[in-house]
């Protein structure tokens, strides 16, 4: 069964397209980040036009992020305090980013610069996680206990000046890195389409030594409003929001996420983290290789809008 | 340019008081001969809906005027071409730098058919000579292809032409049957041309070109709209008319979905 997509203009196999959402979902739910890095690399293997693949991502990851922070918000996981501070890097990154991404459309380097930054963001944030993970998977075959958050322990982000009294995170911190860290996954969102959750996750525990229950509920309620910034002004600067295909991927992810959350609640924290280290350094190699090994094609054409 | 040939040969025509009537731009006519070629469809306008996945459209016509003989040693040819809305095309060529494939090349060319979907009696080099088929655009190897601005040294504007035409046709935008136009009845032919599932929207023109002993006769033209429809174009337009709100409402959507999702649920 197919649908034409009225943005992209062109027709898919909707089954495809709830798969491949049903699929990211799982994933996204078991692990708890938006999915953004899949489901746009997903959609451009797809022949979605990437400019579409993006900002479609990026709508996607609002309707994700919405429920998990939602979840974690019941649960009390979520410092809204650290969150707005990153929301204000956060916007002043997306608008930034918003600027490069049309110019390198322009130029033609959109495809390779998204490629690039997804197998170098990647690449080494999967490596650092897998490295992390099989550390702690092996301590805990010891019986040691695992920790992350070594108290007392600073390094020379603690020493920055503002700082500020984050009470649900029970942190004093300079908010200088908390507004560079949004700053950058802002840019990241909207070049992307990804809410920047694989990168915001992991430089929140390791970097800024915020409390790890903490951490993915702050994470998504910030992502819901960069990515739905960027969803907006992708819309009206690109026109290259498809509706109608970030429905269709939403709904599949939203029922997708629960069993997702399910299975990812019988893991433990390590295989979870190793898990998804193993995702996320799969999808990297995966494009890293489209770079490198020689094309098939090595012309492209693009006419009128989004080229094919 | 283009405007500027069709005023030029509609003003010639109307300076002939006999020919007038041929002052129709969407006919062209070789004096020589008196065979003329008509063709109609069913339908001015295509609609695509949500579940388009491409379509084949059948063209009836017929050869005035035609000699019993001839059409029985198979004399006449007949070409028929779905031309989309003209869009100017930007060609890149990858190329390794520090071990990564990149665009390194580009050049633009002038506004070509978006698609192009032909249909013929017999493979065109035996219809009409290169000279003759590329004087009007006829057949996938003819379309003109002016490149515009900077070409570099030229060296690789062949290439550049070929992978223009070859991506085309591997995506399904220009295709060709060489066999796609039969004869029914003595001067009645049918032909198929084939719409892709990604045909861009737009004005297209069917165009049926009559050949005789390898000489061109006549050109018919008839305009064939491709539009989406209900749903579909209401989004597009709404999303390049009112894009901020466009942009607002996806955003609201994916709050109202997310939010269901976790409501629906919920656990505890």
Sequence with gaps: MTIYLPIAELSVNIFVILGMGAAVGFLSGMFGVGGGFLITPLLIFYNIPPAVAVATGANQVVASSVSGALAHFRRGTLDIKLGLVLLVGGLAGATVGIQIFSMLRRLGQLDLIISLLYVVFLGSVGGLMLWESIISLRRAAKNKPVSLRKPGQHNWVHRLPFKMRFKRSKLYLSVIPVIMLGFAIGVLTSVMGVGGGFIMVPAMIYLLRIPTSVVIGTSLFQIIFVTAFTTVVQAATNFSVDIVLAWLLMIAGVIGAQYGVRVGQKMRGEQLRAGLALLVLGVGIRLGFDLVLPPDEIYSVVSGSFGF | ?268
């Design chain 2, 1 to 268: 340019m283009r405007c500027v040939v069709l005023l030029f040969v509609v003003s010639v025509f109307a300076s002939l008081p006999a020919a007038a009537q041929l002052a129709d731009p969407s006919v062209t006519i070789n004096d020589k001969f008196s065979e003329r070629i008509d063709i109609g469809i069913s339908t001015n306008e295509i609609a695509i809906t949500s579940d388009f996945s491409g379509a084949d459209i059948t063209v009836f016509g017929a050869i005035d005027g035609a000699d019993e003989l001839l059409l029985a040693t198979f004399a006449y040819d007949v070409v028929v071409a779905l031309e989309g809305p003209r869009k100017t095309s930007t060609v890149r060529r990858k190329e390794r730098v520090a071990g990564i494939w990149i665009n390194r090349h580009s050049i633009r060319f002038e506004p070509i058919p978006a698609s192009y979907s032909m249909s013929s009696t017999r493979p065109l080099p035996d219809i009409a000579n290169l000279m003759e088929l590329a004087s009007r655009d006829i057949g996938i190897d003819n379309i003109r292809l002016v490149p515009t601005g900077g070409v570099g040294d030229g060296s690789r504007l062949t290439e550049f032409r070929e992978a223009l035409r070859r991506i085309k046709q591997a995506s399904g935008l220009y295709q060709r049957d060489p066999t796609g136009v039969q004869f029914i009845s003595k001067a009645l032919f049918r032909a198929t041309v084939r719409l892709p599932a990604n045909i861009p929207v737009g004005q297209h023109k069917v165009r049926a070109v009559l050949y005789k002993n390898n000489q061109f006769v006549m050109e018919k033209v008839i305009p064939l709209r491709v539009v989406k429809t209900g749903l579909e174009q209401f989004i597009y337009n709404f999303a390049h008319v009112y894009s901020l709100a466009y942009g607002v409402i996806a955003v609201l959507l994916a709050t109202l979905t997310g939010w269901l999702g976790s409501v629906i649920f919920r656990k505890d």
